[in-house]
C-alpha cells in the first residue's frame, strides 16, 4: 500500500470556502490511486484553509501527471475555489505543486497539472497531450470572440458581466467595492444637485467650488488654483490624463495659418516660429479625429464639439506654453487664431475647447480603446489558445486579471446607448463610436510600444516629459523581465516556429481580435524569440503602466470641471471680442453634468483597494526556481525604479507619481 501526502489550498476571497464534499484521484504513469474523500463537510475547505490529507494506492503510481478533483452537493450548493494541490510521494521526495485557481461550481470534475511550465513540444505523455487539447477545446467553447460593434476591436462573447464565467468574474469584495463606491459617488452627487438647486445656479468660475465636498486630491485642488496658467496646460499636455497626444511640428500644417508675427510676443528674445521649428522646440496638439464628430443631445439640447489645433513653443523660461489655438481644422474669417495675447476670457476660452477635446480623446481612444480594448484581445485569445501548464499562459494570466468584467461593465454602464457618456458627455451617442473608429482604423502595432510611440512624435528630447521617463523606465524593467521568461523555456527562434499553440495564439490575435486593420503591423506568425519578446512586452506594458497613466489621475485633471470640461453647450467663438464669462458659463457643463463628471472620475480614477501592484504575484502560476528567480529579479529592479521616482519628486510642488510601481495595477481592473 502507498499512501500519498496531499494538501489543499482554498482560496482567500470571501465565499471562496465550500461545505460540498471534495473527492481527490492521484493519476500518475501507472495508474491511479483510490477516489478518496477528503473532508468532513463543512469543516474543512474554509476559506484560505491550507488542509492535508492521506491518499492510498495499491501500487506505486509512478510520476504523478494529474490530479483529479470532484465537487459534489452536500446540502445546498455551494461553489468552491481552489488555489492548488501539493503531492507528497511516499517516503519523502520532491513535493509536486499543482496550481490550480480556478472555481469548481456545481457538481464538477476537473483535472490539474503539475506545475512546471511546458509547450507542447515538451510534452511526450499522450494522456498529458490529451488533457491540453481537451482543456482548450472547453475554453473555446466558453470563450468565444463577438463583434460589439463594427469598426472596433472584436471583444468576448457576454452581453453583460453576468455572463462571464466565474473564474474572470469579479471576487465578492472587489464587486461589492465597486458598487459601493459607484453608489457612494452618486450619492454625494445627488445632494450636491439638490443644495445647488435651491441656491444659485453657475455664475461665474468660482461656482464650480461648490461641488468639492468630500470627493477630493491635493492635484485636484492645485489644479483649480493654477488651471487658467499656460504654464500648467502645457504640463498636462505632457503628464496629464492623455500624455502621448503631444509631437513635434517640424512643420505648420498647411489648415493652420499661424505667422511668426502672431506669436512673436510669445517667443523669448532674439528668436522666432522658425528659427524654434528648426530648433525642434514647437509642438503640436492635432484633434482633427474630432472633426465632423456628431455632437449628442442631452435632455433635448444639442451640444457642441470642436476639433482644435494647438501650437506649443518649449520656452527658455517657462517651460511647455501654448502659443496659438485655432478651434476648427478649416480656417476661415469665423476660426480665429487665438493667441495670448488675446482678451484673456478669449485665450481662457479657446484653451478650454482644447482640453474638452482632450477629455474626449483621453476618454475614448487612449484610454478606452487603446488600453481596455487591445488588452480584451490578448486576454480572449490568451484564454482560447493556450493552456494553463503553457509558459505564455502563465506569463500574462495576473496580467488579465478582472479585464473581461471591467469591460462588459463599460460597455452596458459607460458607453452603452443609455449609459453615463449619453448623459453628460458631448461625444456620447453615435459620436463616441465614430470616434472610436476612426482611431481603430489608423491604429499600429508599433505606435503602442513606448520606444517607437516617443521617437516617431520626436517628443525624445522634450523637457519634464515625467511620463516619457518613467515609462521607459518601467517599458524596458518589463521587457528584460519578458526576455529572460521567453529565453528560459525558448532555446531558440525555432523553438517559436514550431510551438503550435502559441501561433494559434497569435492568429487568434491578429485574425480574430484586431480585424479590419491591414496597416496595423503585426504579422500572424511569431518568428523570433525577440519578436515574442516584444509582444508580450507590449501586452503587459499597456495593461499595467499605459493603462495607470491614462486612468489614475482623471480625477485628478477633470474634478476641476473647467479645467476638462466633459461636454461644452454652446458652439466655438468666431470672434475674440464678444467672449464674457456669461458666455463661459453658459457654454461649460452645467450643475447637473458637472457632478456626474466629477463622481464618475472619482469612481474610475481612484486607488482600488484590492488592487495588486505591478511585480507582485498573488497566485504562484511558475513553480520553477529560475523563473521565480527571474520575477525576484523583476522585483528589485521594480524597487530601484520606485526609488528614483520618488527622489525624483522630491520637493517638487506637483508631484508626478502615477507611474510609482506600487501604484501601477498589474491588470486592467477598473
Request: proline residues 6%.
Amino acid at each position: 500500500m502507498e499512501v500519498y501526502t496531499v494538501t489543499v489550498a482554498t482560496g482567500t476571497s470571501e465565499y471562496s470556502g465550500t461545505n460540498n464534499y471534495i473527492f481527490v484521484t492521484l493519476v500518475g504513469e501507472k495508474g491511479e490511486s483510490e477516489r478518496t474523500l477528503l473532508d468532513n463537510p463543512g469543516l474543512d475547505f474554509c476559506r484560505g484553509a491550507v488542509d492535508q490529507y492521506k491518499v492510498t494506492s495499491s501500487s506505486h503510481l509512478g510520476p504523478i501527471q494529474l490530479v483529479r478533483l470532484e465537487k459534489q452537493r452536500y446540502w445546498l450548493e455551494d461553489n468552491w475555489f481552489c488555489r492548488y494541490v501539493t503531492v507528497e510521494p511516499p517516503g519523502g521526495g520532491t513535493v509536486l505543486t499543482f496550481p490550480c485557481y480556478r472555481w469548481l461550481i456545481g457538481d464538477i470534475k476537473v483535472e490539474i497539472r503539475e506545475g512546471t511550465a511546458k509547450t507542447v513540444r515538451d510534452d511526450s505523455s499522450p494522456q498529458l497531450l490529451a488533457h491540453r487539447k481537451t482543456e482548450l477545446q472547453e475554453r473555446k467553447t466558453t470563450y468565444r470572440w463577438v463583434t460589439w460593434a463594427p469598426g472596433i476591436p472584436r471583444c468576448i462573447d457576454a452581453k453583460t458581466e453576468a455572463d462571464l464565467p466565474q473564474d474572470v468574474r469579479f471576487d465578492n469584495e472587489k464587486r461589492s467595492d465597486f458598487e459601493h463606491s459607484l453608489q457612494y459617488a452618486l450619492l454625494e452627487l445627488s445632494l450636491k444637485k439638490m443644495a445647488i438647486r435651491f441656491g444659485k445656479s453657475w455664475c461665474d468660475l468660482d461656482d464650480f467650488k461648490r461641488i468639492f465636498w468630500r470627493l477630493r486630491s491635493p492635484i485636484a485642488e492645485y489644479c483649480m488654483e493654477h488651471w487658467k496658467e499656460d504654464w500648467f496646460f502645457g504640463y498636462q499636455c505632457m503628464n496629464g490624463s492623455n500624455p502621448r497626444m503631444i509631437q513635434r511640428c517640424k512643420k505648420l500644417p498647411e489648415n493652420f495659418p499661424v505667422t511668426p508675427n502672431m506669436v512673436q510676443s510669445s517667443m523669448a528674445p532674439r528668436t522666432n516660429l522658425n528659427k524654434e521649428i528648426k530648433a525642434g522646440n514647437i509642438y503640436l496638439l492635432d484633434y482633427a479625429v474630432m472633426d465632423g464628430i456628431p455632437a449628442n443631445t442631452i435632455r433635448g439640447k444639442i451640444q457642441h464639439i470642436a476639433a482644435p489645433l494647438c501650437l506649443l513653443y518649449q520656452h527658455p523660461d517657462d517651460g511647455l506654453i501654448p502659443i496659438a489655438i485655432q478651434l476648427e481644422q478649416n480656417p476661415d474669417k469665423d476660426t480665429p487664431i487665438f493667441l495670448p495675447k488675446d482678451p484673456p476670457l478669449a485665450w481662457l476660452l479657446a484653451k478650454m475647447w482644447v482640453r474638452h477635446s482632450e477629455f474626449q480623446v483621453f476618454q475614448l481612444l487612449s484610454h478606452l480603446l487603446r488600453t481596455h480594448l487591445v488588452v480584451e484581445v490578448f486576454c480572449v485569445a490568451t484564454l482560447r489558445q493556450l493552456p494553463a501548464v503553457h509558459p505564455i499562459y502563465k506569463l500574462l494570466a495576473p496580467h488579465l486579471r478582472y479585464t473581461l468584467e471591467i469591460n462588459c461593465r463599460g460597455r452596458t454602464q459607460l458607453i452603452s446607448p443609455d449609459g453615463i457618456f449619453k448623459r453628460v458627455v458631448s461625444t456620447g451617442g453615435d459620436g463616441l463610436l465614430i470616434l472610436a473608429q476612426r482611431e481603430y482604423k489608423v491604429l499600429t502595432y508599433r505606435s503602442l510600444n513606448p520606444r517607437h510611440d516617443f521617437d516617431d512624435r520626436g517628443v525624445s528630447r522634450l523637457p519634464k516629459y515625467f511620463y516619457r521617463e518613467h515609462s521607459l523606465m518601467l517599458w524596458e524593467a518589463i521587457f528584460s523581465f519578458v526576455s529572460g521568461i521567453v529565453n528560459l523555456y525558448y532555446q531558440s527562434d525555432h523553438d517559436v516556429q514550431e510551438d503550435l499553440e502559441l501561433q494559434a495564439w497569435i492568429r487568434d490575435i491578429t485574425q480574430e481580435g484586431f480585424t479590419e486593420l491591414p496597416n496595423f503591423g503585426l504579422s500572424s506568425k511569431l518568428s523570433t524569440r525577440e519578436e515574442l519578446s516584444i509582444l508580450l512586452s507590449v501586452a503587459i506594458f499597456t495593461s499595467t503602466a499605459q493603462h495607470a497613466a491614462t486612468n489614475n489621475g482623471q480625477f485628478d485633471w477633470c474634478a476641476w470641471v473647467p479645467n476638462t470640461p466633459c461636454t461644452m453647450r454652446h458652439p466655438p467663438p468666431t470672434d475674440k471680442d464678444a467672449v464674457t464669462m456669461e458666455m463661459i458659463m453658459a457654454t461649460l457643463p452645467d450643475v447637473s453634468q458637472s457632478c456626474v463628471q466629477m463622481a464618475i472620475t472619482w469612481h474610475l480614477g481612484r486607488a482600488q483597494p484590492d488592487a495588486i501592484p505591478l511585480g507582485k504575484y498573488t497566485e504562484d502560476h511558475f513553480t520553477e526556481k529560475q523563473a521565480q528567480e527571474l520575477i525576484d529579479k523583476f522585483r528589485m529592479e521594480l524597487k530601484k525604479i520606485e526609488d528614483n521616482i520618488v527622489s525624483q519628486n522630491e520637493g517638487l510642488e506637483l508631484q508626478y507619481l502615477f507611474l510609482l510601481p506600487s501604484r501601477v495595477e498589474n491588470s486592467i481592473t477598473i
